[in-house]
């Protein structure tokens, strides 16, 4: 059985101040135990997210991490060792906003994934068409190419321990849900893409939704059989409302 997760990606958003008041607003959710927990804060506040959260059942994760996994002269990047040594257990690769904003591109968002897993951090690797790929018709083919970049250089094994993100972009950030049944359609097509490497991994890899997922439509689009819990942006700076999504996502 897979289990659920929510996981919260902060983006660029936070002060001081705001970190520590979402901090203690996290640390005072009753969670569900069926549920695992995650926050992506921006690099600068991972440490003191960490520490302001020990103890509680919420694992914290980076939104990036570089294409070397140990140390060195790259001016500006942060390890994925180094981020293991922060007390970090999840990276995003792939997010559309640094593949259509910064450019990033499969090969390396490649490296980025293997120095996650050579660093022991689990990769959640984030795929997804833009409006203009849906209205042409082009949704299943944008997000195969993106999931076979990394089939085809490290195996459907690499799998085991990754988590897939669906992330439609047309509805990042837009309040324009896809409708459970257009997110299952896509989540079953990537499993049935993976089960024809290896079913066992296709049946084991956890996909999740993102995109303007909030409290009022989360129980639906969570009871779809392949959603197996989200990814929220803004909706999880707001400790309430991604606590309220968290216990949609619980049994
Ligand atoms: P929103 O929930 O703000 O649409 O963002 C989704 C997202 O991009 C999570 O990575």
Same mark, same amino acid.
């Given at each position: 059985?897979?289990?659920?997760?929510?996981?919260?990606?902060?983006?660029?958003? *936070?002060?001081?101040?705001?970190?520590?008041?979402?901090?203690?607003?996290?640390? +005072?959710?009753? #969670?569900?135990?069926?549920?695992?927990?995650?926050?992506?804060? !921006?690099?600068?506040?991972?440490?003191?997210?960490?520490?302001?959260?020990?103890?509680?059942?919420? &694992?914290?994760?980076?939104?990036?991490?570089?294409?070397?996994? +140990?140390?060195?002269?790259?001016?500006?990047?942060?390890?994925?060792?180094? =981020?293991?040594? %922060?007390?970090?257990? =999840?990276?995003?690769? +792939?997010?559309?906003?640094?593949? #259509?904003?910064?450019?990033?591109?499969?090969?390396?968002?490649?490296?980025?994934?293997?120095?996650?897993?050579?660093?022991?951090?689990? !990769?959640?690797?984030?795929?997804?068409?833009?409006?203009?790929?849906?209205?042409?018709?082009?949704?299943?083919?944008?997000?195969?190419?993106?999931?076979? %970049?990394?089939?085809?250089?490290?195996?459907?094994?690499?799998?085991?321990?990754?988590?897939?993100?669906?992330?439609?972009?047309?509805?990042?950030?837009?309040?324009?849900?896809?409708? !459970?049944?257009?997110?299952?359609?896509?989540?079953?097509?990537?499993?049935?893409?993976?089960?024809?490497? @290896?079913?066992?991994? %296709?049946?084991?890899?956890?996909?999740?939704?993102?995109?303007?997922?909030? %409290?009022?439509?989360?129980?639906? #689009?969570? &009871?779809? !059989?392949?959603?197996?819990?989200? #990814?929220? *942006?803004?909706?999880?700076?707001?400790?309430?409302?991604? *606590?309220?999504?968290?216990?949609?996502?619980? @049994?």
């Amino acid at each position: 059985m897979r289990r659920t997760m929510v996981a919260g990606n902060w983006k660029m958003h *936070g002060t001081r101040a705001s970190v520590a008041e979402l901090i203690d607003g996290l640390r +005072g959710l009753v #969670l569900p135990n069926d549920v695992d927990v995650a926050v992506f804060p !921006p690099q600068l506040f991972i440490d003191r997210v960490i520490k302001g959260l020990q103890g509680a059942p919420i &694992s914290v994760g980076a939104q990036d991490a570089a294409v070397e996994s +140990g140390q060195g002269a790259l001016t500006g990047e942060i390890s994925s060792s180094q =981020l293991v040594d %922060a007390g970090c257990k =999840l990276v995003l690769v +792939g997010h559309s906003e640094r593949r #259509l904003i910064l450019g990033e591109q499969d090969e390396t968002l490649n490296r980025k994934f293997a120095a996650a897993q050579a660093s022991g951090l689990t !990769p959640v690797l984030c795929i997804g068409e833009t409006l203009e790929q849906r209205e042409a018709g082009q949704t299943l083919e944008v997000v195969e190419r993106q999931l076979n %970049a990394v089939i085809d250089e490290f195996g459907i094994d690499a799998f085991v321990n990754a988590v897939i993100a669906y992330e439609p972009v047309w509805a990042i950030g837009t309040g324009l849900t896809a409708s !459970p049944q257009q997110a299952q359609d896509v989540h079953a097509a990537i499993r049935a893409q993976l089960a024809q490497k @290896n079913s066992e991994v %296709a049946q084991g890899v956890r996909l999740l939704y993102g995109g303007s997922v909030k %409290a009022a439509n989360a129980v639906e #689009l969570f &009871s779809m !059989p392949d959603i197996d819990g989200g #990814l929220i *942006g803004g909706a999880s700076l707001n400790a309430d409302e991604f *606590g309220a999504i968290i216990r949609a996502a619980g @049994n």
